[in-house]
Nanobody
Framework: VQLVESGGGLVQAGGSLRLSCAAS????????MGWFRQAPGKEREFVAA????????YYRDSVKGRFTISRDNAKSTMYLQMNSLKPEDTAVYFC???????????????WGQGTQVTVSS
């Protein structure tokens, strides 16, 4: 299975971006998917996760109410709609897949290459 992110870019504070994560290959055994981010000089952190059905989601506190995770299994694609972006959201965003629905990055065994999101003040 391969994951490819897209949709990153430069946006002003208060703006919006939608990230996509396209999965290819054998996707039948992917259960949970998530978004993580890593800012320069900082550790990677969890952003949001979604279960296989999309019926369960979880967000880190700082993005609740601003970010929305979703997935379209027919298209093997996951999304992250990011609204009201802040400079502190600037980071490389990674999508990942896991055999369980979890916020713990150690359970994610498939990762994309990342896409840069830069929010200017």
């Amino acid at each position: 299975v391969q994951l490819v992110e897209s949709g990153g870019g430069l946006v002003q504070a208060g703006g919006s971006l939608r990230l996509s994560c396209a999965a290819s290959g054998r996707t039948f055994n992917i259960y949970g998917m998530g978004w993580f981010r890593q800012a320069p000089g900082k550790e990677r952190e969890f952003v949001a996760a979604i279960s296989w059905s999309g019926g369960a989601t979880y967000y880190r506190d700082s993005v609740k109410g601003r970010f929305t995770i979703s997935r379209d299994n027919a298209k093997s694609t996951m999304y992250l709609q990011m609204n009201s972006l802040k400079p502190e959201d600037t980071a490389v965003y990674f999508c990942a897949a896991a055999p369980v629905f979890t916020i713990r990055d150690r359970y994610y065994d498939i990762w994309g290459q990342g896409t840069q999101v830069t929010v200017s003040s």
